[in-house]
């Protein structure tokens, strides 16, 4: 709901204000779990910022938005960090709040600039106000300026640019996307270097501990980075920090059921039924439960399965891909691939669809407690690394 500004001193009504609800404040307030009052308090306004924002944008220009890279993962992000992305399309808007008065200036966390996996095309300026219940756009630019024109603090690690270097009538930014789709809005940015996992386990450990305040400026960007661009990694630390157990075990699923925070994203166990696929035989096999995750590739329903071979403790596991719709088959070029928790490839860890095909499957033989991650090409939309533990 539009936010009537009128009653405010100096406010500007050619920006956009929004009226955030008593109801949304008391949701926003009560979800998730946090390590340290600073980090609950940033993700109530990160929430309390995306939920009006993301209302107002999904009914006034694009009902297909979304954030990024899912609602379940995000207490992950803003357990460390500031913003929030949300991707329409092709295009990614990152929204950074803040509560203060003073908006002389943007100030953007560098991970939303230089990790290459976070970078957006648009960055809005958010002034949160939820005792008057408003939310307020007073700004926005792109990765690109902000790149060329802002500076950069390497004290806290942002990039600054002035309020008078942004455009603070959000409008223009539906207008340029209509009549300028093709207009740069990205600059290129470094890869940050591969971590091996020893270095990414003594990272965790030593970040995981909740008295790290700012683990975001504990060590170097490029190490931070890389720990934070891998989405298992990062949903471990955030686990550590908050002394919870890993919920990403498959084993443990098929024994109590899936976790909650995997059945938000996708994950359900189902019955398998091998009369299916092997009719003659069926009264001599039983069923058993399988892993399903559902994924959406360029607009198409697929499945992803995890299914144990024979007893899972033998640990042999089938990854299969099968399209969901009736008579449907995998087009041509798709890749299924496992890689290691560090994301290093082994020997026979990928299948690739020369022709459009019924299914993809690799199979795998893996020692106790083993991690891999799962990746599908095309990447599928919101796609964030898991790390599958065995």
Known sequence: M??????????????????????????????????????RWNAYLNQLCLSTFLDWLRAEHAPEATPWPNAPTLPSIWEVVNGTAITLGTTRLVLIPTETIDLSELRVPQEWVDIPGWVADYY?????????????????TTHLQLKTSGSYDSKDRTYCLDEDELIQDLSVLWVARQLCPEERTRSAVAPLPALPLAQAETLIARLGNSDVIMPRLAVPFDLWGALLEHGGWRQRLYNRRLGLAEPWSILQWLQ??????????????????????????????????????????????????????????????????????????????????????????????????????DHLFVEVALEPDEGLVWEIEPMPENYDQEILRF
């Open 2 to 39: 539009i936010f009537d500004p009128v009653s405010l001193t100096f406010a500007d009504p050619t920006q956009l204000w929004l009226e955030v609800s008593e109801t949304d404040r008391n949701q926003a307030w009560q979800q998730s779990q946090f390590s340290r009052t600073n980090c």
């Open 124 to 140: 809005l300026a958010v002034r949160v106000n939820p005792d008057e219940g408003f939310v307020q756009i007073w700004g926005y």
């Open 256 to 357: 109590t059921g899936v976790s909650e925070v995997a059945q938000q994203i996708g994950w359900s166990g189902v019955e398998f039924q091998p009369s299916l696929a092997i009719a003659r035989t069926a009264d001599q096999i039983p069923s058993t439960v399988i892993l399903s995750r559902q994924i959406v590739i360029a607009g198409q329903q697929y499945e992803l399965r995890v299914i144990p071979r024979g007893n899972p403790e033998q640990r042999t596991w089938r990854f299969e891909l099968r399209n969901t719709s009736m008579g449907a088959r995998i087009p041509s070029g798709f890749k299924l691939r496992l890689l290691t928790e560090d994301l290093q490839d082994f020997e026979n860890n990928e299948d690739v669809a020369t022709t459009a095909v």
